[in-house]
């Protein structure tokens, strides 16, 4: 994390993109970490995940599944036992891994059938809204210039769109939608009542995420 205790917190800024006299100093971080490196595989397995759901290899679907869990909690303990693999982008890439991985394997899921198109609707919807708020908060915090280069330049960080803990709790229960809706025609209870109730318990905890980034959102425009 940027300090401006000491000079030696600071990184060097790129050659051409040196501040004004006076004005505060820029982090400029080294986006290539194996955290962030973990983040761009997810998102990568993404729609190869949803390309075997559509063809209903639910097996081999299941075991990449697993292996795009294991890059989610790798990362996660990366960044928070070594903190030189800490960033600002990091705090964004990974979140929006979640969401661009549970955005395709819900959608694939509900044109397999196994998962109902309303809870579908409601959590992409969900996602989509907080992707352009987290594009929204770049440009807002972006320091001056306000340039293409500048904002798609990953090394520039920025202030983040902190998750709340009803929305980890969410990014959970959706996760465990998933995994017990890819499993169940593997072992043969998709239509369990437990599975169903799964549905709902989603979509309350998609609402109640939704809701507590909007308080959030609206403390701070008050503050």
Known sequence: ????????????????????????????????????????????????????IVEEDFNIALGVFALAGLTDLLDGYIARNWASQKSVLGSV???LADKIL????????TYTDLIPVPLTAMIVLRDIT??????????????PPKTVGRYFNPCYATAQLKPTFISKMNTGVQLILVAASLAAPVFNYVDSVY??????ITAFTTTASAYSYYHYGRDRKST
């Open 130 to 143: 907080l992707i352009a708020a987290v594009f929204y908060v770049r440009y807002k915090t972006l320091p």
């Open 1 to 52: 994390r940027h300090s401006s205790g000491t000079s030696e917190q600071q990184k060097p800024q790129p050659p051409g993109e040196g501040a004004e006299p006076g004005a505060p100093n820029e982090l400029y971080e080294n986006p290539w970490t194996i955290p962030n490196l973990l983040s761009m595989t997810r998102i990568g397995l993404s729609p190869v995940l949803g390309y075997l």
């Open 93 to 95: 890439l990974d979140p």
């Open 102 to 109: 549970i955005s395709i394997l819900y959608v694939c899921l």
């Open 195 to 200: 599975l169903q109730t799964l549905w709902y």
